[in-house]
């Protein structure tokens, strides 16, 4: 599993990006940000959603709706994220620091 990996759920057509780095030991959740289409999402919060590609598709990475997920729920990758992982990482002290 890698950091900014683009996973497709087991059970669904949902995404998810992995957020949590590689920690050198297997966790039972996975620290994960839920990734939709554009079109299905209305207006963006700067630092927080963050537009990605995944294959064709123009999609939003919501940094704002972190979850842990248990890894057993992780599915095929189908895009990755590390052209983003920066921004990624900036969200993730924005939630915890604030502005």
């Known amino acids: ?13 949902e995404l998810v990006c992995r957020v949590q780095a590689d920690l050198g030991v297997e966790t039972p959740y996975v620290l994960c940000a839920p990734v939709v289409l554009r079109t299905e999402w209305g207006a963006l919060i700067p630092k927080l959603h963050l537009e ?15 979850i842990a997920l ?3 729920e992780l599915g095929p990758v189908v ?6 992982r920066d921004d990624i990482i900036a969200a ?6 604030g502005f």
């Open 1 to 13: 599993m890698s950091q900014c990996a683009i996973y497709r759920l087991r059970d669904g057509d």
């Open 52 to 66: 990605v590609a995944v294959g064709d598709a123009a999609c939003v990475i919501l940094m704002s709706q972190l």
């Open 70 to 72: 248990p890894r057993s």
């Open 79 to 84: 895009g990755n994220a590390l052209d983003r």
């Open 92 to 97: 993730v002290d924005l939630i915890v620091s």
